[in-house]
């Protein structure tokens, strides 16, 4: 049995929806089973866990023989670190952690940390390291771009190569579906094109036909902007430490990875964008912002 350690996240969520729809045995921990189960009906099997409550650790695991380990972004990562040094105590199989493709060139990250305590545990594991989300644009860029045709997002003239969180749940499932073949072994998965986010901004105009414009805003105007419109600091914070591998021209190396793993080629930044079209679209002429 799988168990799936945060049911929140974008990929958390996708696997979790394929194992459901594959009949794969799994199991899901969250914070309150029952409200979890109120909200999304008695199709999964949701166990009490909390990363930072030990006493939750041996029932959440009960039975498992491998993990997808998440990083929350709210959790301490000493404690985190106990967590997974804990997993030498149980049945644990195989560990698939998703990481960051800046875990290796930023050092400081708290990837980068829980990658080598990860080795250090001698259960086998599968790291992969995704690039810069597409899903972001549906995120904290959503309301910019639908109500006022703005990319906001402190990325400075940096290229990225974007991918889709869809590819990156597929890479997951396949290393949990054929663990063996994936011991040990670390995946960067990337788009197969960079973009800078003046680019990206052409992309959404071409396809919603109209202007798009990225603003291309400094990191304490934008942390001063988010947080006057309602992000909290720590928010604000975790978005731009996103971006600051694209400023510092860290994050436009491509690979063939995901094509070689799945035999397919990841989708592209233009399909990405016309899936999700109805997201960004505003029947109402919008207007200029105020950045004050």
Not at 52 to 61: G, I, R
Not at 177 to 199: D, L, Q, R, V
Not at 233 to 251: D, F, R
Request: with cysteine; hydrophobic share 40%.
């Amino acid at each position: 049995m799988i168990f799936i350690t945060d049911f929140s996240s974008p990929i958390g969520q996708l696997v979790s929806q394929r194992m459901r729809t594959e009949e794969q045995p799994f199991c899901i921990g969250v914070s309150d089973p029952q409200a979890a189960s109120e909200l999304y009906g008695e199709h999964f099997d949701f166990r009490r866990f909390d990363v930072q409550d030990a006493s939750t650790f041996v029932e959440a695991l009960a039975g498992c023989d491998q993990i997808f380990l998440e990083f929350p972004a709210n959790a301490d990562l000493e404690t985190f670190e106990y967590f997974i040094h804990y997993l030498r105590q149980t049945a644990l199989q195989h560990i698939v952690y998703l990481s960051a493709k800046d875990a290796l060139s930023l050092p400081f990250t708290p990837h980068h940390r829980i990658e080598v305590v990860i080795r250090q545990t001698d259960i086998p594991y599968t790291i992969i390291r995704p690039s810069y989300y597409m899903q972001h644009l549906n995120m904290f860029m959503r309301d910019m771009l639908r109500d006022h045709s703005h990319l906001f997002a402190p990325a400075g003239i940096g290229k990225t190569c974007m991918i889709d969180a869809r590819d990156v749940a597929t890479v997951v499932m396949t290393c949990l579906e054929n663990p063996s073949t994936h011991f040990n072994k670390i995946y960067t998965i990337s788009g197969e094109a960079a973009y800078n986010f003046y680019e990206v901004a052409r992309l959404l105009g071409e396809e919603l036909e109209t202007e798009i414009m990225y603003t291309n805003p400094s990191i304490d105007f934008f942390r001063s902007f988010m947080m006057q419109h309602g992000l909290s600091y720590e928010e604000t914070n975790e978005i731009i430490k996103l971006h600051v591998p694209i400023l510092l021209g860290l994050a436009d190396e491509t690979d063939n990875h995901f094509l070689e793993l799945i035999g397919e080629r990841p989708i592209t930044l233009r399909q990405y964008i016309k899936d999700h079209l109805s997201d960004w679209v505003n029947e109402e002429e919008g207007k200029a912002y105020d950045y004050s």
